[in-house]
């Protein structure tokens, strides 16, 4: 009996190994492949970044990364839609991820979402309130409301906290 | 060959000059406000845009065979870059028997994005280039040198020492760019319009301390900095680029007397320095000395017209005087030699701002904050 408890924890610690090893390399292919998307999209190679980012999702389907990276490459082509859906489920998978809601955000204003926008940029902003980029967006939602003196204000502070105190 | 090279030139440098001749009749002093001439600049590195390539630079030894280099840094959105490559391209054909080589580093951005690499393949590709364009990430290099204004090129002999580093591109600084190219490669003596002056060589460890304190000044670690610049003066009482850091830094620490002091010492010791010239001008501006402030920078703007810190502090200065029409001219002029400025277009803003010219204000605070965000920049307008 006891031999066999041995067998039977021995052989359940091998899997969880096993396991283990697995998932690692499954992180680590996915490093790779993020990698090898950035580059293909820095190169303007958005297809091929696109490819590499869909084979994450078959072996990591829970990779926020690449719905991130995904939404960035839609969004620049304009394509807000196909952004809204990645950048929606990357929000899911990680919740607390600041640039995932704010680039949300930004794709959000892009559709004439603002209040949603408005609404997550605020989370972000509870935190972070001289976030620069919750800032701009911030502006973005004020001057899609056509109060250009609200979209200076926050810009305006965006910038002063950026450049007021560096002079180097 | 320099007849030769400048028959070329001068066809299609007249007009240039006809354009230009306002803006350049003043020296072409120095491009960088961390690296004075006689100084060994930075190493850095960075991909070539064609090939991708690692293109790794370091200052030369001096050794037989050791290579001139010119570094010009330059951005598409800038029309004299491209009338300085086109020129480039011509001396590095001139020169390819010889110990030259050009570096082309692009500073269009803080981060590349698709975009910006399309623009600057489609430059490469319209002017043929035959020499390496690396793409400077975060403008590290930049940075690192102090560019002051874009293009801006830096001329280092075989050991590796800044020889030449003028900010903008004119007929004059075209000119002055191949004459001492020339007398570097031993083509030509020194003299007609060659302005390679005596170059101050500082103490090697005088040197190594400065380095030292800039790097770590750029990390923000002001203290260590400034004791590392407290020893590069004790090593070499006559160098005037620590002084000028530390200023540098005491603007940056609110210390605006101490940084006052230090870039008068500065000024004393290298009077052509208009990074150290302005640098006062600011610290006087920042205690509300206005009137001694504006003459700090005028004087730094006779040094050099393009250096765009001290049109902004001129203009700073003017409007708190009331002139606001010699303010927006000011402003105007910094705004045409670095359109993406981000730190210009946030004065220029305020400016408009306080004018109540709020549509203008709201373009250029949008151009400026965009220069500053992690987010993709887009095309189009938010829906309204």
């Known amino acids: 009996m006891v031999i066999l408890g041995c067998l039977c924890a021995g052989l359940l610690l091998w899997a969880s190994g096993a396991d283990a090893a697995g998932r690692q390399a499954v992180i680590q292919r996915s490093r790779v492949l993020l990698v090898e998307a950035q580059d293909a999209f820095a190169a303007g190679q958005s297809d091929t970044a696109l490819a590499r980012l869909d084979a994450i999702l078959v072996e990591d389907p829970a990779n926020p990364d690449a719905y991130y990276f995904i939404g960035l490459i839609k969004l620049s082509h304009a394509d807000t839609a196909g952004a809204e859906v990645a950048l929606v489920e990357g929000v899911r998978l990680a919740p607390l991820s600041r640039r995932l809601k704010l680039l949300l955000a930004r794709v959000w204003v892009e559709s004439g979402k603002t209040v949603e926008a408005d609404k997550l940029v605020t989370e972000v902003m509870v935190l972070r309130p001289l976030d620069v980029d919750a800032l701009y967006i911030k502006g973005l939602i004020a001057l899609a409301g056509s109060d250009t003196t609200a979209a200076v204000e926050f810009w305006d502070t965006a910038l002063n906290e950026e450049l007021g105190g560096g002079e180097l | ?384």
């Open chain 2, 1 to 384: 060959m320099k007849t030769h090279l400048s028959r070329k030139f001068m066809s299609r440098s007249i007009l240039v000059m006809v354009f230009l001749s306002a803006m350049v009749l003043g020296t072409a002093s120095a491009a960088f406000k961390f690296i004075q001439e006689g100084m060994t600049p930075p190493e850095f590195k960075g991909k070539d845009l064609l090939t991708g390539d690692e293109v790794v630079w370091k200052p030369g030894s001096g050794d037989e065979g050791s290579e001139v280099v010119l570094i010009v840094f330059w951005a598409t959105w800038s029309p004299r870059s491209m009338d300085l490559l086109r020129d480039l391209k011509e001396m590095s054909e001139e020169y390819r028997e010889h110990a030259f080589r050009v570096i082309a580093v692009n500073v269009d951005g803080q981060k590349p994005t698709p975009m910006m690499m399309k623009e600057i393949s489609s430059k490469w590709v319209e002017l043929d280039l035959p020499f390496p364009i690396i793409v400077d990430e975060g403008l590290k290099t930049f940075y690192a040198y102090g560019v002051i204004a874009v293009p801006s090129v830096a001329l280092v002999d075989g050991a590796g020492h800044l020889r030449y580093g003028p900010s903008g591109y004119s007929y004059i600084i075209r000119d002055q760019i191949v004459d001492s190219t020339e007398v570097l490669l031993g083509l030509r003596e020194a003299g007609a319009i060659a302005t390679l002056a005596p170059v101050y060589r500082p103490n090697p460890k005088a040197s190594r301390y400065y380095h030292l304190g800039r790097r770590l000044a750029s990390q923000q670690l002001y203290e260590r900095a400034l004791g590392n610049l407290d020893k590069a003066v004790e090593e070499d009482t006559g160098f005037s680029s620590p002084y000028s850091l530390k200023g540098q830094i005491q603007l940056s620490l609110g210390e605006w007397d101490k940084a006052e002091q230090n870039f008068a010492r500065s000024v004393e010791l290298d009077s052509t320095s208009v990074a150290a010239m302005a640098g006062w001008g600011r610290s006087l501006l920042r205690q509300e000395k206005i009137g001694e402030a504006a003459e700090k920078l005028t004087a730094a703007l006779e040094l050099d017209d393009t250096y765009t810190p001290a049109l902004v502090d001129l203009a700073e200065c003017r409007t708190i005087e009331g002139k606001l029409d010699e303010a927006w001219t000011l402003y105007e002029a910094a705004r045409e030699l670095n359109p993406r400025n981000p730190e210009l277009l946030f004065h220029l803003g305020r400016f408009l701002r306080n004018k109540g010219e709020t549509a203008s204000a709201v373009t250029v605070y949008k151009t400026a904050i965009e220069q500053l965000v992690t987010l993709p920049i887009l095309e189009s307008a938010p829906q309204q």
